[in-house]
């Protein structure tokens, strides 16, 4: 469900309200969270759906019309406002997804799909992880992990992902590079079906580096990264100027880019598909797909927020449910 003050709850039912029965036959979603927020979200996009308790994940079977949700936090969410986070909210928000990734190790079920979390949320709950990716690769113990924003026709994986910009880039180096490019390489060929991934690596500099002139990261760490992962057979190219591989990719020369940090890659993507981007955790035992957008307190609870980013994340975890062998350590680890 993600944060309760923010527009998941919402969402999510405008998401299975668009979810027929075609899409049933094939998936059942169950939604984790708490039934008290669900119900005023209910009502927040004027929807007439029954909201049906499980205790447990199979029970979701045998709910033919409906919501089934399973409750997974003790805190009191009934006097959370939309769009105003509070200690209990927060608290809530960790609860939710700590029930599920303990649900998709067991294998009782085969996909999260996460709503968005608030960041300060993660701190009032008392944990230090700067964000969702974080946390899933800590409990599902994956020791390289990244995340993919993907829409229809741009996919990109950044090295480096929370951190400030300086730290970001102090943490580039070969390792890292190439570590990322394999995991992105594994992911396109067994969870998107490419047979042979077309890998596009941006510069981390203006005209990316322009040979010395302005900066050497290109020639001293990008470049070195991706003739090991060519050596190793892989398809890559680059470092190419951050201000056109994005173009060419999404024009169809490559099958994804692999940025350098966080705000490289995403602006692209939010700005090519703007509803129909998901994000994709490579690299953990378990399929997690999620929005690729925030909590939005300054629309949650007005019933105006676009649900298709979440249908996207829903059918993309469908799909790779079915297409996927996750394996320890998952899909892409070294």
Not at 65 to 85: F, K, M, N, Q, Y
Request: proline share 7%; with cysteine; glycine share 10%.
């Amino acid at each position: 469900m993600g944060d309760p003050a923010g527009v998941g709850p919402e969402i999510i039912v405008k998401a299975l309200n668009r979810w027929g029965r075609r899409q049933r036959k094939r998936a059942r979603v169950l939604v984790i969270g708490d039934p008290g927020t669900l119900k005023r979200a209910l009502d927040v996009v004027n929807s007439p759906a029954d909201l049906h308790v499980v205790e447990y994940p199979r029970q979701a079977f045998s709910v033919e019309e409906g919501i089934p949700i399973l409750p997974a936090t003790d805190e009191d969410l009934s006097h959370v406002e939309w769009g105003r986070l509070t200690p209990s909210a927060g608290r809530a928000q960790i609860d939710f997804l700590r029930r599920a990734v303990d649900l998709a190790l067991r294998a009782e079920i085969q996909a999260v799909v996460t709503a968005p979390i608030h960041k300060v949320g993660i701190k009032l709950a008392g944990l230090s992880f700067p964000g969702h990716t974080e946390m899933l690769a800590q409990w599902t113990g994956a020791s390289h992990y990244a995340m993919m924003v993907a829409g229809p026709r741009l996919r990109v994986v950044p090295v480096t992902l929370h951190q400030p910009i300086m730290e970001a880039v102090s943490r580039l180096d070969v390792e890292s590079i190439s570590r990322t490019i394999h995991l992105t390489h594994c992911a396109l060929k067994e969870w998107f079906g490419v047979p042979h991934p077309r890998i596009a690596v941006a510069g981390l500099n203006p005209h990316a580096g322009d040979q010395g002139l302005f900066g050497l990261e290109e020639v001293q760490i990008i470049e070195p990264a991706v003739k090991s992962c060519c050596s190793a057979g892989m398809v890559v190219e680059g470092p190419f100027p951050p201000d056109s591989v994005f173009r060419m990719a999404a024009e169809g020369r490559f099958d994804a880019v692999v940025a350098m940090y966080h705000d490289q890659g995403l602006i692209p993507v939010k700005l090519i598909h703007p509803h129909e981007a998901v994000n994709l955790t490579l690299g953990l035992p378990i399929i997690r797909t999620s929005v690729d957008h925030g909590t939005a307190y300054d629309i949650a609870g007005k019933g105006i927020a676009s649900e298709q980013s979440l249908l996207t994340a829903l059918g993309l975890a469908e799909q790779l449910s079915r297409r996927a062998t996750v394996l320890p350590g998952g899909v892409g680890s070294p």
